[in-house]
């Protein structure tokens, strides 16, 4: 059975930390492309920060420098460590995964920042 399942998210004050964890299982082949995307409450869902099979990485602007995408492709795991959280960093962290024939989403989990 195929399965994405993502760890991690809660809530913390403004200027804490978090660490975002996912765990691909059931797939034969190995992922060639993993990320987190966000969804903010009356907002689109939007990218996050992508890591490819090489290492290679790209964030969205807002984060940059502040958050950091981790994995592995051979075990399809990623990981998102997340510093000095804003409000504006509340939403629902999904975590994608996608290779060759599949493409598949978790089922988010939540992150709350306070002010």
């Known amino acids: 059975q195929v399965q994405v399942v993502e760890s991690g998210g809660g809530l913390v004050q403004a200027g804490g930390s978090l660490r975002l964890s996912c765990a691909a299982s059931?797939?034969?082949?190995?992922?060639?492309?993993m990320g987190w995307y966000r969804q903010a409450p009356g907002k689109q869902r939007e990218l996050v920060a992508v890591?490819?099979?090489?290492?290679?990485?790209d964030y969205v602007d807002s984060v940059k420098g502040r958050f950091t995408i981790s994995g592995d492709n051979a075990k399809n795991t990623v990981y998102l460590q997340m510093n000095s959280l804003k409000p504006e960093d509340t939403a629902l962290y999904y975590c994608?995964?996608?290779?060759?024939?599949?493409?598949?989403w978790g089922q988010g989990t939540q992150v709350t920042v306070s002010s």
């Open positions: 994608n995964v996608k290779g060759f024939a599949f493409d598949l």
């Open positions: 890591i490819g099979s090489g290492g290679v990485t």
């Open positions: 059931g797939i034969i082949f190995r992922a060639n492309v």
